[in-house]
């Protein structure tokens, strides 16, 4: 809900503009007087010149700065969405937090712990032995591995945050053939076991099975391993009579997480395929070969060779490597929130009330209209409440809906008032027609974003030059009275 302290603060800060735009007024007014009758007293056509045309230099003058004023209940609009998307945005990651993070799969992997013996000579002369222990990780030589997601939506008060459910099934063939390794004492194959590395075990299935060759085997809580992407997961241990020389391990396992899900290709050749119930996806880091998107679902599919990283078949876990040089990752690609949308409508909330402002003023120029500066800080502030009617409404409803019936409000709103201030309807469905316009182009500028320096570009052009020809004939009396009084002149003269 709308933090309704906030609210009051924004209120009170347009009842001050509104009280010094009265005071300005007034202040404005006794200097016109006193400059009103200074220049009466100018002879010649001068100080009527003056007398006449100073008060609406005056008037465009104050509402000018009245204009630089609505910045301040604008701005505090604006801040109030950024702190309900923040909001949003930290309700989204408690959601993560217990439902399950973006996770990354990096499995399976074969450890195999090792024995050093490193002989050194103390200060004093004495020889001696250090034993070390260490491990050796063993990629796949073949790696299948298929991820088909469902998503949901888990809601918490008016939030709602994007999680899916993964089924994660995989298939990886094995090699051992271990590389020479210095001061080596002693290779544990007795000890052996395969990983299966996950970002988050908390979103951990309740039924993950490993096979070897069809056997099912014994499952125990993480890797045991330091090396990035590999330090957190499940791992089952083998039997201490398996031929290492060449076998295969089969898994599947369910998992929870939000938005992200990516696969690191650890084998010599992978093949990784990532579909969704969902049709908006991403892709990023290493692009797919394959994709299929429909209206409703995605399927993704990469085939990557160990040639294209720097890390060998068989490491060391001591060894410092970056396993996260290739990544297929595929994201649950959520369009803008509303918050965001709103956000950037809000950017635009100075322009509207400057061009609502011009056209008023062109109205008083052009049309022999007065409007007083009250009325002017009403328009502004019903412009200004136009964004906190979105923000409110796109809390409940649809952005569309939300932004249609804000607009709608302060359209009909301002036309009314426009239409009883100066008691001509056409001055009113002119302003009305006017907002309407505005509130169209800043919907498509909303929903193109790659095209909105050009929409909006486009939308200050089209309104100068209204503006230019409204104001064509502005100075038309000047120009024409002294060349009349010139052929007077002459034709007295004659």
């Known amino acids: 809900m709308i933090d309704f302290t906030t609210v009051l603060v924004i209120l009170a800060v347009v009842l001050f503009l509104g009280v010094c735009a009265i005071v300005g007024l007034v202040c404005l007014r006794w200097l016109y007087g006193r400059y009103a009758q200074q220049a009466s007293g100018l002879t010649g056509d001068l100080g009527g010149k ?22 301040i209940p604008t701005a505090l609009v604006h801040d109030l969405m950024q702190e309900r998307h923040n909001l949003y945005r930290s309700v989204i990651h408690e959601t ?9 799969l990096a499995a399976p992997v074969l450890v195999v712990p090792y024995t050093t013996e490193t002989r050194i000579t103390d200060s004093d002369g004495k020889d001696r032995i ?20 469902a998503h949901d939506f888990r809601e918490r008060s008016i939030y709602k945050s994007l999680v899916y ?13 271990p590389p020479p390794i210095k001061n080596l004492q002693k290779i544990h194959y007795d000890q052996a076991y395969v990983a299966i590395a996950l970002t988050d075990n908390s979103g951990i299935g309740s039924s993950p099975a490993v096979r070897l060759d069809g056997k099912k085997l014994e499952l125990m809580p993480g890797t045991g391993l330091r090396t990035a992407y590999l330090g957190s997961g499940f791992s089952a241990k083998l039997d201490p009579s398996q031929d290492f020389s060449n076998f295969s391990i089969q898994f599947d396992t369910t998992l929870r997480g939000s938005r992200n899900i990516s696969a690191i290709p650890l084998g010599m050749n992978t093949h990784i395929e990532i579909s969704a119930d969902w049709p ?15 209206n409703e679902s995605f399927r993704a599919a990469w085939e990557v060779s160990h040639l294209s990283r720097n890390y060998p078949q068989i490491f060391r876990d001591s060894d410092d490597l970056n396993l996260g040089e290739i990544i297929a990752e595929a994201q649950l690609f959520e369009p803008v929130s509303h918050y965001g949308t709103s956000i950037r409508a809000a950017k635009y909330g100075i322009m509207f009330v400057a061009l609502t402002y011009l056209m008023l003023l062109a109205f008083e120029f052009t049309r022999g209209i007065r409007l007083h500066l009250v009325q002017y800080l009403l328009v502004g502030v019903s412009l200004s409440i136009f964004y906190l009617l979105l923000l409110t409404l796109s809390e409940h409803i649809s952005f569309y809906i939300s932004y249609t019936l804000a607009a709608l409000v302060t359209v009909l709103s301002i036309s009314s008032y426009i239409t009883a201030a100066t008691k001509n309807r056409t001055n009113g469905l002119a302003i009305g027609s006017l907002l309407t316009v505005l509130y169209g182009f800043l ?29 064509r004939n502005l ?8 060349r009349t009084k010139e052929l007077d002149q002459e034709v007295l003269e004659t």
């Open 96 to 104: 993560d937090q217990e439902w399950g993070q973006q996770q990354t």
């Open 443 to 471: 919907y498509s500028i909303l929903q193109m974003e790659d095209y909105a320096l050009t929409m909006g570009s486009s939308l200050l052009l089209l309104v100068l030059l209204v503006m230019m020809y409204m104001t």
């Open 280 to 294: 908006h996806p991403s892709f990023r880091q290493f692009l797919p070969k394959n994709r299929d998107i429909t």
């Open 165 to 177: 459910t993964a089924d994660i099934k995989g298939s990886a063939n094995f090699r051992l053939d």
């Open 50 to 71: 003056i007398a006449n045309s100073n008060p609406l230099m005056i008037k465009a003058v104050i509402i000018g700065f009245l204009t630089l004023m609505m910045l």
């Open 475 to 482: 100075n038309k009396d000047s120009i024409e009275k002294p």
């Open 130 to 149: 250090v034993v070390g222990q260490d491990k050796l990780v063993v990629l796949p030589d073949q790696l299948k591995l298929n991820s088909d997601l």
